[in-house]
């Protein structure tokens, strides 16, 4: 049991370019989320989602995308990269809404 | 709209110290949760509470909800320098299927 996975693990972006961030999780929960930690912050939700098919935005949507076309995997999209959008991002699930989540290890992204 | 406040923001103790952190909500909730997080390291979960006035202990550990449940605290007694890390507490968004993170308590120890 892997848990959740994220990749890549750290990445360096200039402005303007675009990635998609990772995360696939073996736990069959259907319940999966974007967080990102700025330095010495708490976490900000971006985006979440309660099945295969179905997203909804969090706190801090702008400038992020997701899709969910499996229960495994959840992956994010920045598609015009910029400073601001440097932070550590986790991917977190659970098995029922609002209850224990597992985290991610995160991806550490840099934007200049 | 609905806030989930932790204090201290930053916390340091001599090993062998007590260490306390609170949460406080702007609104009622129906569970409160508590993750740490070791530098370098992502949200690990601790506990939830459910229950109003619940206490549950985990080895040195001890989450209390309040009677409210509009607040919690947890508490380390006789800290060692593996408890170093954030602690956030979190809660659902009333109405909402969203978890709020507080700011989190972050624990420095001088061994």
């Known amino acids: 049991n892997a848990g959740v996975t994220q990749t890549p693990k750290f990445r360096i972006l200039k402005i303007g370019q675009s990635m998609t961030l990772q995360c696939t999780q073996d736990m069959n929960h259907n319940y999966m989320y974007w967080y990102r930690q700025d330095p010495g912050m708490g976490l900000k939700l971006i985006y979440y989602s309660v099945g295969a098919g179905i997203t909804d935005k969090g706190e801090v949507p702008n400038g992020y995308n997701v899709s969910r076309s499996t229960t495994e995997d959840f992956p994010l999209r920045l598609e015009l990269a910029a400073p601001s959008q440097t932070s550590v991002y986790f991917c977190?699930?659970?098995?029922?809404?609002?209850?224990?989540?597992?985290f991610g290890p995160g991806t550490r992204l840099t934007v200049t | 709209g609905q806030q989930v406040m932790q204090i201290p923001q930053y916390q340091h103790v001599q090993e062998g110290e007590d260490f306390t952190t609170y949460c406080n909500s702007s609104t009622t909730l129906s569970n409160i949760q508590w993750y740490k997080q070791r530098p370098g390291g992502h949200p690990v979960f601790l506990i939830q509470l459910v229950k109003s006035g619940e206490v549950k202990k985990q080895k040195r550990l001890t989450f209390q909800f309040g009677e409210a449940k509009k607040n919690s605290s947890l508490h380390i007694t006789a800290t060692q320098t593996t408890d170093v890390g954030t602690y956030f507490c979190?809660?659902?968004?009333?109405?909402?299927?969203?978890?709020?993170f507080g700011q989190g308590t972050r624990l420095t120890i001088n061994p």
């Open positions: 977190a699930s659970s098995r029922q809404m609002n209850y224990e989540q597992y």
């Open positions: 979190a809660g659902p968004l009333q109405g909402a299927q969203k978890l709020v």
